[in-house]
């Protein structure tokens, strides 16, 4: 029997900023806890993979003013952070914290280093005082800490932070009808749960919305307003992008407010969540259905990022929290299984070449994008259309399609991020 709730509290939890420099956050405070005295640490050292260190670079640190990127992240977590509170330990922070950390980086006590040969979701951070080394080994997942080590020695308790997220005693099925059809028997619990996924993510969108002292022209307001002036239809689809993208500008500029995440993307739980609860909105659906399709959304997340990664070159945003859209909609719109595959056919051989290129305020047009197409690909599906046979990246099948873009992603787009962060470097020469 699938295990929702493990299933749930491993691939869909409450993020507090971008949940790249959260996991360093987080593996810097379990390293430091590690320590007998914290006092007299003298340095802190992130090892990094590739896509942590791209997606960290430029994004907002929740709460802190024009000071952005992985190595304020670690200072934050140093001096604040609780493992206890896994992505969300940068919540409370105070403008002390905040001067006291960048004072930190400016010393150049955290240093932040590229992992070669690393696996994508990969953060080693050693924290160092006169007399001890204390490491903790972030892995997979950007909440589980896989090992502490003090002076060398592996704790008997290393695992001790990833007990509510690291249950594997879910497995996704094979085929996207077995998994389109998991929710039908959704417990009480786990349908609480992802409501309550719904009104934190609403409200990160609403806060988005708002205009800002610090960004007076948002790109979110600038939307709004071309709606509201008649430039742009206000219809659904357009009032989709909106949300989505006021909430993902607000946490990628350091908004100080959680999202719940869907695969361990902060974005991605905007882009699985957002289409589904606006489309049950617009039609009257009740909570228990809401349910039931934003579960189709999270699974199929998952499902593909199984085959393409965590982190990836291509935007997961788009390919796999987008078809989790789609084909949550559908589930909405109570269509079979086969019409959810075409959705996602349609919209990964509309969407597919869109890259990774770091994370940032400008990730939330890609958000946008990605809500936006589900939500047209769900209606397209619904009206039956199809693309026809093999085509392109489309195989005849959406297993087979997904793997076409898992096959693009590793053997195509191999090099992206390398050369992504030459650029990003070179723009900070």
């Not at 592996?154 to 594997?168: I, Q």
């Not at 998991?182 to 409200?203: F, H, Q």
């Not at 659904?236 to 909106?242: F, S």
């Not at 189709?296 to 998952?302: E, G, K, N, Q």
Request: glycine share 8%.
């Amino acid at each position: 029997m699938f295990d929702w709730l493990s299933f749930l509290r491993r691939e869909v939890v409450p993020a507090l900023g971008c949940t790249e420099p959260g996991a360093v956050a987080l593996a810097t405070a379990r390293a430091r806890e590690a320590l007998s005295s914290a006092e007299t640490v003298v340095s802190v050292t992130a090892r990094v993979s590739d896509s942590i260190y791209k997606n960290g670079k430029d994004v907002g640190i929740p709460g802190v003013p024009k000071a952005r990127g992985n190595a304020v992240a670690a200072a934050l977590a140093m001096l604040r952070g609780n493992s206890d509170d896994g992505l969300e330990l940068l919540h409370g922070c105070t403008p002390e914290d905040v001067a006291a950390a960048v004072r930190w980086v400016d010393s150049g006590r955290i240093r932040i280093e590229r992992a070669e040969e690393a696996p994508c979701v990969y953060v080693e951070a050693i924290v160092r005082t006169e007399s001890e080394e204390a490491t903790a080994i972030i892995r997979d997942e950007h909440a589980r800490i896989d090992v502490v080590r003090l002076n060398g020695q592996t704790l008997t308790n290393a695992l001790s932070k990833e007990g509510s997220w690291g249950n594997r005693a879910e497995k996704l099925p094979d085929t996207f009808a077995e998994l389109y059809r998991l929710p039908e028997s959704l417990p009480d619990e786990a349908r609480d749960y992802i409501l309550e996924g719904v009104v934190m993510n609403r409200a990160i969108s609403e806060a988005g919305a708002r205009p800002r002292e610090e960004r007076p022209v948002s790109l979110a307001g600038a939307l709004a307003a071309l709606q509201r002036d008649g430039v742009i239809e206000p219809d659904l689809g357009y009032r989709i992008r909106t949300a989505c993208v006021a909430a993902s500008e607000f946490r990628m500029s350091g908004g100080r407010l959680p999202v719940m995440s869907s695969g361990g993307s902060g974005n991605a739980g905007i882009t699985a969540i957002l289409p589904v609860a606006l489309v049950a909105q617009a039609r009257g659906v009740d909570d228990a259905t809401l349910a039931q399709a934003i579960a189709v959304s999270h699974l199929v997340t998952s499902y593909i990022k199984a085959r393409v990664g965590r982190l990836a070159p291509v935007c997961g945003c788009v390919v796999a929290a987008g078809s989790g859209a789609a084909a949550g909609i559908c589930s909405l719109l109570d269509l079979p299984a086969e019409s959810a595959a075409e959705s996602i056919r349609m919209l990964l051989s509309n969407t597919a070449g869109q890259f990774c290129d770091g994370a940032k305020e400008s990730c939330a047009l890609k958000v946008g994008t990605a809500a936006h197409e589900a939500y047209v690909s769900s209606l397209l599906a619904s009206r039956g259309a199809r693309i026809e046979g093999a085509q392109g990246v489309a195989a005849v099948s959406v297993e087979e399609t997904i793997e076409h873009i898992a096959r693009i992603n590793a053997e195509g787009l191999g090099r992206l991020d390398e050369v992504m962060i030459a650029i990003l470097e070179e723009r900070n020469t």
